[in-house]
């Protein structure tokens, strides 16, 4: 974790680079619903956001593994297990979509007035979403990268986690922006977090085979 923070202080062209996407993102959805008189919509604004947050991460994560060499590979074979390769870049990579994932909420009920009525568990679920995010996104991205970092096999590959993990996610924060009580997104939320920890077990016990081959 500690290499992966100081190269992204040394090339903050990335972190740059992935802030001012999220901004500029959500100052074309402010100039194009500014000019409606009726407003946004709930239901949009739920799906805009999720959108935003969506494309982020995979340009966030999906340099997890394009930027190491093969040679960079080798070294690190000779200093750490693969189980700390994957796990550092799902908790880095984590981290990295929870701080994009507030501030682009933070800009985002700036810009667009903030419908949501329970602000905690829009929160929570922005936090299982990023972290969901992660986890899919980089081990894919472990996958892609054996062969050849195809961005086209990690849109593949991803689809059939993310989706139903965004049909979700979009569901606990349509429930928190309509004030509905927390338990009507119990199951939601369990599902979303079982979710998460699977697949961070199943890229715990898989990486050292992708990693060996």
Known sequence: MRKEIVLEWRQRYALNGMLLY???TVLICYMSF?????GIEKPTWNALYWIILLF???NAVAKSFVQERYGRFLYYYTLVSPQGIILSKIVYNAILMVVLSLVG???YSLMLDNPVEDHFLFVLTILLGAAGFSTTLTMVSGIASKAGNNSVLM??????VIIPMLLMLMKVSKNAMDGLERAASSDEILTLASINLIVSTLSYILFPYLWRS
């Open 155 to 160: 849109a593949i590959l991803s689809f059939p």
């Open 105 to 107: 909420y933070g800009f």
């Open 34 to 38: 500014s000019l409606s008189a009726g």
């Open 56 to 58: 982020a991460a995979v």
């Open 22 to 24: 999220v901004i500029s």
